[in-house]
């Protein structure tokens, strides 16, 4: 099925046809997350489909999520947890901005210094090394690289360890240094809480439509997260009016089976052959946002008035989607990590390539 022509294909890499490899990448990735699933490891569909799909790619280099696709998988996400939330959940979010600013700030502060010391210690360029360091998105910051003078190629490698690292590593150390949490927070709609309900197709469909309009409306309006977080809009207005519907719990599985598999697509052996002229900036790089994460977790929820475990998940430098995800599996109030997480990405891009442009020109 991995076989090349003169085509490009729906991602706009030449030479590979988009459908069978995007069938065979769902594929790899469903196997890679029944084997987490098996081996109990904290989210462990994601990060088993994850890990999956990155050997897949980097061994046969075939793995291929066609960008149209992704929206609507954003949108599944956006559905799954919009149908987990309560109208409680969503009147606490009123609450969160003082512990949003903080993290965010603070988020800010502490990886320009992680940037500054990369570049200090490494043969990146100040510039280089700030938005590899910074806690926005891998598009993003390899955009805003090109757009400054900064090594765009490194940039891009680096925050692809960065969200591969925070995404097969974070749960696990996350969830332990939660467990020492002992403020009660908010907690989503457990489905199996829920009355035993029979749900008609009818009802099913009207969850999709809401979900679809509400994610297709916001990612075309080019809002960061938009498709997901249109969805979860879409799907909590429909609950809210009195027409719960409580996804199957296979439904999860596959969301998380397809958000794996996106990210595990995005990194090759191109990528890992590159990761030898930064070996040392990518150690400091993943160690740091360790220590950052749960500085900046316990800070928050300590001063900011948020349970731990929602703090850790809502500072973690991960993809708005897949961060949530993993925190409403893990005990998190996922709308909170969602509305922290799409905070802190819009104020990023917004200020850090200007806070970058000045200190380099300090260095």
Known sequence: LCYTD???????KRGRC????????VAVAALGGFIGRKLRLPAGTIIGAMIAVLIMNILWDCANVPAPFRPYIRIMAGVYIGTRMSAKDVLSLRSILPATIMMVFGLIFLNLCVGIGISAVSQLDPKTALLAAAPGGIQEMTLVADDLGADAGQVAILQTVRVIFVIAFMPALLKRAASHGSRREVTPVDPSALPKESYSKKQYLALAVAGLIGGLLLHALDIPSGAMIGAMLGAMVLTFSGHRVVLPKNFRNVTQTFSGAIIGSGMGMAEVQGLKQVALPAVILVLALACINLIVGFSVSRFGKLGL?????????????DMSIIAAE?????AKVAAMQTLRMIVVVALFPTLTDLVAQLL
């Open 330 to 334: 893990l005990g998190a109030d996922p």
């Open 309 to 321: 475990t929602t703090s850790l998940f809502a500072s973690a430098p991960g993809g708005v989607s």
């Open 6 to 12: 003169n085509r490009n294909d729906l991602t706009g």
């Open 18 to 25: 988009p459908m069978p490899t995007f069938l065979l990448t």
